[in-house]
């Protein structure tokens, strides 16, 4: 019951998070390419760091310990663009629209700011705007005009050490699945795989990806089947329940007349 | 009886003035937040997107106007005549209730104005697609039917028309609350892993749709005690209590289906675990389901004081159940709690308060409570 069956995965982005030193400079340029402020009191870097109607992106600083010494990894978070978005079944109005290339893309003008979606993401991704009087929901786009050009993300382009990889989720997937196979440092998961039915972000990492702020029990059923699961009785409830209603109420109405009571049916 | 003249009567006494002044209040305080925003006026977060307004206004709301479909569906169309004393005041708060509804969902929305899009943008594979249109489509059909009771008195010349389209619409109006009252906890389908397993269920849409259905007769009961005390019209308890009797049965059924469904997600152990979930989710189904069962079983349930007050407990029961879903189960998903603001509670407070003195207002003056008599007469 999905909108449009897309015959390909798309486009995604591999985040090998073993790389990331925490430079921040793709929050940066999420903020330039997307025109968002700044909030001194939601950080898009460091240990506080979360996503915000300002931060579509936000890398989150964690010291762990793996082999009984202290290490620091970095998490870059933004929406992970479903293969089955959940906040597109969840939004009655279609502000919500995976697109061809891969992108789940928000369309404010569409939008009811009802903030179902907010509740429907598995990820809880999508944010909303709090301190405004007429306020839209916000969330990475992940550059969708860019990327249908063909470009790379804004975040994807400026980081210095190659921690993100763009491209076809399939040739992703096959990527990750030989850097993991083939280094012994890595947990063999690819984030992203199958969670919430699959992702077109993908995650490698060499600390279980729990420790870093991961959701691990997210179910592997795309969020949109358990909807489906109980709308698709609506058209047969319809035609059932409204037909058994009508005779029903022809039934009860002549038994009474043909038994001979008085009274004459009045509605209310 | 004042309510069959043309004139128009509103008696003031002291608690309708005292509602008067909360649904002012709230009325103030909802243009207020309507120009200045969610953030500003309510407790709300991206922890906590849906609270107060949702959960009592909306969710509960609708579940305790259910007494309109059900009382309709076993007077009017299953025509058990001796209901139809009650089916009148049954149906009025049932649409006062979804209109407070529509007021809750249109303040907690927040681009309000821009409330009619799903109209033509057409999120059909969402839970809450089928929920609005239901709720709009409910209310239009409820106003329609009030129709029928508001031409006895003005614009009598439609009274035939609104009456010859009763059979339509009565039908329309049980079918489309069945829908929706499922769909209202289907909402929650993709709660999966975030709701409390209490509570998160496949079946939570049936569970919604039962606890709507049978909290209609507790509603009744309740009602039309006050409406007893206050227009001195006393409904016979046997009535009262056949009609509660349909609304026990469907609730053995719900118990029995809640305890097999405990067991078959393995979730019985959560049951008896302690903790705030635990222990609400017990409230709830004790003083809302089992001990109002028990009520209606022992002598004490024969006599008016105890079939009120069961019926008042199974009210209660599914107000809790509501807030536990939206409320009390996503705490510990969310590691963080979430208390409604001043606002918010007054806001609340002023609708129930406003729908309260609507209804005041109608009684007065228009054929509700006592129209016995009338249908005799066409009856003739």
Not at chain 1, 111 to 136: E, H, I, N, T
Not at chain 1, 192 to 197: L, R, S, V
Request: a neutral charge; charged letters at 15%.
């Amino acid at each position: 019951m999905a909108y449009v069956k897309f015959d390909t995965p798309g486009k995604g982005v591999l985040v090998d998070l073993t790389k990331c030193v925490g430079c921040g400079s793709c929050s940066l340029a999420c903020k330039l390419w997307n025109d968002l402020g700044h909030d001194d009191e939601v950080p898009d870097q460091g240990p506080d760091a979360k996503l915000s109607d300002k931060n579509w992106t936000a890398v989150k600083f964690f010291a762990l310990e793996k082999d009984n010494e202290p290490v620091y990894r970095f998490v870059k978070n933004q929406c992970l663009h479903c293969q089955h978005p959940a906040c597109e079944s969840a939004c009655f109005s279609r502000a919500f629209q995976r697109t061809e290339n891969g992108p789940v893309v928000y369309y404010p003008h569409l939008c009811v700011g009802c903030r179902y979606c907010m509740l429907a993401c598995p990820f809880d991704v999508p944010k909303f705007q709090w301190d405004k009087s007429f306020p839209l929901v916000t969330k990475c786009q992940m550059c969708s005009s860019r990327v249908d050009k063909g470009e790379a993300p804004a975040c994807v382009g400026v980081c210095p050490t190659n921690v993100m990889t763009y491209g076809d989720r399939d040739e992703l997937l096959a990527m990750a699945r030989k850097t993991i196979e083939s280094d012994d440092k890595y947990i063999k998961h690819i984030y992203g795989e199958h969670e919430a039915g699959g992702t077109n972000w993908l995650y490698i990492s060499d600390i279980p990806f729990e420790k870093l702020g991961f959701r691990t029990d997210v179910t592997t059923r795309p969020i949109q089947e358990y909807s489906h699961e109980f709308l698709k009785y609506t058209p047969p409830v319809i035609v059932a329940w409204g037909g058994l209603l009508s005779a029903m109420y022809v039934y009860t109405k002549r038994r009474k007349e043909v038994a001979g009571k008085d009274k004459k049916d009045v509605p209310m | 009886m004042e309510a069959q003249s043309s004139k128009w009567v509103f008696r003031m006494t002291p608690i309708r003035f005292l509602l008067l002044i909360l649904a002012g209040v709230a009325a103030a305080l909802a243009v207020y937040r309507l120009v200045v925003g969610l953030g500003a006026t309510t407790n709300l977060n991206d922890h906590w997107p849906w609270g107060l307004w949702i959960g009592f206004d909306v969710l509960t709301g609708v579940a305790l106007a259910g007494g309109g479909y059900s009382v309709a569906l076993i007077a009017h169309i299953l025509h058990i005549e001796k209901f139809n004393v009650i089916a009148r005041s049954a149906m009025l708060t049932s649409l006062l209730g979804y209109l407070l509804v529509m007021i809750g969902l249109f303040l907690d929305i927040g681009q309000w104005f821009n409330f009619w899009r799903p109209f033509v943008s057409w999120g059909y594979h969402s839970v809450l697609f089928e929920v609005f249109w239901c709720v709009s489509l409910y209310t239009t059909v409820q106003v329609l039917e009030f129709g029928e009771i508001g031409t006895e008195k003005v614009a009598k010349s439609w009274h035939r028309l609104f009456a010859k389209a009763m059979p339509f619409l009565l039908i329309v109006g049980v079918l489309l609350p069945t829908l929706h009252q499922s769909s209202l906890g289907a909402l929650y389908l993709t709660q999966v892993g975030k709701l409390h397993p209490l509570w998160w269920s496949p079946y939570i849409g049936l569970f919604f749709l039962m606890s709507s259905f049978f909290v209609g007769p507790a509603m009744v009961t309740v009602e039309t005690s006050l409406a007893g005390r206050a227009w001195k019209h006393w409904v016979d308890v046997k009535i009262i209590r056949s009609l509660q009797r349909i609304g026990v049965t469907v609730m053995l059924m719900y118990l029995i289906l809640k305890i097999w469904d405990l067991f078959a997600r393995d979730a019985m152990q959560y049951v008896f675990a302690g903790g705030l979930e635990s222990t609400m989710f017990l409230i709830e189904m004790g003083l809302g389901v089992i001990i109002p069962i028990i009520i209606f079983f022992i002598p004490w349930g024969k006599t008016r004081a105890g079939l009120i007050t069961a019926g008042a407990l199974v009210a209660l029961g599914v107000i809790i159940n509501r807030m536990n879903v939206v409320i009390v189960g996503m705490i510990g998903y969310s590691g963080a709690g979430y208390i409604p603001s001043a606002i918010e509670i007054l806001v609340t407070v002023g609708l129930v308060a406003g729908g309260a003195l609507a209804y005041c207002f109608i009684c007065d003056n228009f054929r509700i409570l006592d129209h016995q008599e009338e249908q005799h007469k066409v009856a003739q």
